[in-house]
């Protein structure tokens, strides 16, 4: 990369716009594939354990991927790297269209690993955002870009219809009837499927589309490279990074401000999949029907994503740890709301004020690593964090009807809970050391 030059703020604020975009679209894509992908799984499968293969897949490809996929942006930049995940995103979407296309199980499975990887990329691009902006306007930056969250859990499931009549416009419709017999879960949703056009490519030809597009976008666009916009923001190493004793891994995640940002994003990310994982079986034995469920969990989304460019700005107002420590008494507060009553006021507060920790927790953690770090440095521990933050869920989600069982809702709450206590006893321990740190 050419050495860099003064880059006027607008170059930055177009760059935001143009990862936005390509955000939102790569969102809208993965989640129109979600809502379809375990019962196509089921069908093509021939089983009900095959349904829940694909999200797993996703989960943990997503863990596995998301270090590389910080080397590749430190080495390579960021527009590099981002045009990797899409390109994986793209190559996983046209691989589902075959699977379905031809009843090919296995092949839905590699197609999302394909999906999963993109993710790993695609999250770390509110570090890309964080970066070229400075430090007292990155929390909101960052938080535009969650916020595109929002754009596909409106838009992806509402792309199925067009998605389906574009299938039916290409040809390129399909349903695999001769194992629908085999599955229990395929038996069930026949009905529905009939009345719906039965199983669609749809999903997978509008994220298709879409993702072709983030790529076009990304490689257009994406310039100047952002990792040379940033210099010009990155401080001078710190004196706790240089009593880190180094640029290697372990001696990065030794410093406190770093240990703590990751376990802000660990925790909070944890104690959210757990608690909203479980939560539509908890409503469906309390006979709520799937209306009542798609509710509390559009609500719970837009407490996630919907407020993300205000809390960016509260973070940036009134401090990283601050927020952090917000972000752990809302958790603890939804985690006792949540269970009082099956009622649906109660599902409602609960869940939006998990979504809202949630957020809260995530985005100070994000605004806090990139401050941490610089350069290539960044990235690799971005993608270290994001490694151990998707882990970290993946065993919170495969826990949550283990604890479930054990003790009901309540038990998985009251899990959520002492995580929660937890975030605040290491925010209290790790400001400390970090203060300890620091110049007098």
Same mark, same amino acid.
């Given at each position: 990369?050419?050495?860099?030059?003064?880059?006027?703020?607008?170059?930055?604020?177009?760059?935001?716009?143009?990862?936005?975009?390509?955000?939102?679209?790569?969102?809208?894509?993965?989640?129109?594939?979600?809502?379809?992908?375990?019962?196509?799984?089921?069908?093509?499968?021939?089983?009900?354990?095959?349904?829940?293969?694909?999200?797993?897949?996703?989960?943990?490809?997503?863990?596995?991927?998301?270090?590389?996929?910080? /080397?590749? =942006?430190?080495?390579?930049?960021?527009?590099? &790297?981002?045009?990797?995940?899409?390109?994986?995103?793209?190559? &996983?979407?046209?691989?589902?269209?075959?699977?379905?296309?031809?009843?090919?199980?296995?092949?839905?499975?590699?197609?999302?690993?394909?999906?999963?990887?993109?993710?790993?990329?695609?999250? =770390?691009?509110?570090?890309?955002?964080?970066? /070229? +902006?400075?430090?007292?306007?990155?929390?909101?930056?960052?938080?535009?870009?969650?916020?595109?969250?929002?754009? &596909?859990?409106?838009?992806?499931?509402?792309?199925?219809?067009?998605?389906?009549?574009?299938? *039916?416009?290409?040809?390129?419709? /399909?349903?695999?009837?001769?194992?629908?017999?085999?599955?229990?879960?395929?038996? $069930?949703?026949?009905?529905?499927?009939?009345?719906?056009?039965?199983?669609?490519?749809?999903?997978?030809?509008?994220?298709?589309?879409?993702?072709? /597009?983030?790529?076009?976008?990304?490689?257009?666009?994406?310039?100047?490279?952002?990792?040379?916009?940033?210099?010009?923001?990155?401080?001078?190493?710190?004196?706790?990074?240089?009593?880190?004793?180094?640029?290697?891994?372990?001696?990065?995640?030794?410093?406190?401000?770093?240990?703590?940002?990751?376990?802000?994003?660990?925790?909070?990310?944890?104690?959210?999949?757990?608690? =909203?994982?479980?939560?539509?079986?908890?409503?469906?034995?309390?006979?709520?029907?799937?209306?009542?469920?798609?509710?509390?969990? $559009?609500?719970?989304?837009?407490?996630?994503?919907?407020?993300?460019?205000?809390?960016?700005?509260?973070?940036? *107002?009134?401090?990283?740890?601050?927020?952090?420590?917000?972000?752990?008494?809302?958790?603890?507060?939804?985690?006792?709301?949540?269970?009082?009553?099956?009622?649906?006021?109660?599902?409602?507060?609960?869940?939006?004020?998990?979504?809202?920790?949630?957020? +809260?927790?995530?985005? $100070?953690?994000?605004?806090?690593?990139?401050?941490?770090?610089?350069?290539?440095?960044?990235?690799?521990?971005?993608? +270290?964090?994001?490694?151990?933050?998707?882990?970290?869920?993946?065993?919170?989600?495969?826990?949550?009807?283990?604890?479930?069982?054990?003790?009901?809702?309540?038990?998985?709450?009251?899990? &959520?809970?002492?995580?929660?206590?937890?975030?605040?006893?290491?925010? *209290?321990?790790?400001?400390?050391?970090?203060?300890?740190?620091?110049?007098?």
């Amino acid at each position: 990369m050419k050495e860099t030059s003064a880059y006027p703020l607008r170059v930055s604020h177009r760059l935001l716009i143009t990862i936005f975009v390509s955000q939102s679209l790569f969102s809208a894509a993965q989640i129109s594939i979600l809502t379809l992908h375990s019962i196509a799984a089921g069908i093509l499968g021939g089983s009900d354990a095959a349904a829940g293969m694909p999200t797993t897949v996703v989960t943990f490809s997503h863990s596995m991927m998301a270090y590389g996929m910080g /080397i590749i =942006m430190g080495r390579y930049g960021r527009r590099m &790297g981002l045009l990797t995940a899409y390109g994986f995103g793209l190559l &996983g979407a046209l691989l589902g269209l075959v699977a379905v296309l031809n009843g090919w199980f296995a092949l839905l499975l590699i197609s999302s690993a394909g999906m999963g990887i993109a993710r790993s990329g695609s999250q =770390m691009s509110r570090f890309v955002v964080g970066e /070229i +902006f400075p430090v007292d306007r990155r929390a909101q930056m960052i938080g535009r870009v969650v916020f595109a969250g929002t754009i &596909g859990a409106v838009f992806g499931p509402a792309l199925i219809q067009p998605g389906s009549q574009l299938a *039916r416009f290409l040809r390129l419709e /399909i349903v695999a009837e001769p194992v629908l017999a085999q599955s229990q879960l395929a038996q $069930a949703v026949m009905p529905q499927a009939n009345v719906m056009g039965e199983l669609t490519t749809g999903p997978w030809v509008i994220a298709s589309l879409l993702l072709c /597009i983030s790529v076009l976008i990304t490689w257009l666009l994406l310039r100047p490279e952002p990792a040379l916009i940033a210099q010009q923001y990155s401080d001078a190493p710190s004196e706790s990074a240089k009593a880190a004793g180094g640029d290697r891994l372990r001696d990065l995640l030794r410093l406190p401000n770093v240990q703590l940002a990751i376990l802000s994003m660990v925790i909070c990310q944890t104690v959210m999949s757990t608690l =909203m994982t479980i939560t539509p079986w908890h409503m469906h034995l309390a006979d709520h029907g799937n209306s009542e469920v798609s509710l509390v969990i $559009a609500v719970h989304v837009f407490g996630m994503f919907g407020l993300s460019p205000l809390t960016g700005y509260l973070i940036d *107002r009134y401090g990283r740890v601050n927020m952090m420590v917000i972000a752990a008494l809302i958790l603890i507060a939804s985690t006792i709301i949540a269970p009082l009553s099956t009622q649906m006021p109660y599902l409602l507060a609960g869940l939006f004020l998990l979504g809202l920790g949630w957020n +809260f927790g995530y985005v $100070a953690g994000s605004s806090m690593l990139a401050d941490a770090l610089s350069g290539a440095n960044r990235t690799r521990v971005a993608g +270290f964090n994001d490694t151990l933050v998707a882990f970290c869920a993946g065993l919170g989600t495969l826990s949550s009807g283990f604890l479930f069982g054990l003790g009901g809702f309540l038990f998985v709450s009251v899990g &959520g809970g002492a995580m929660a206590l937890a975030l605040l006893a290491l925010i *209290r321990t790790l400001s400390l050391r970090q203060l300890a740190l620091q110049p007098s």
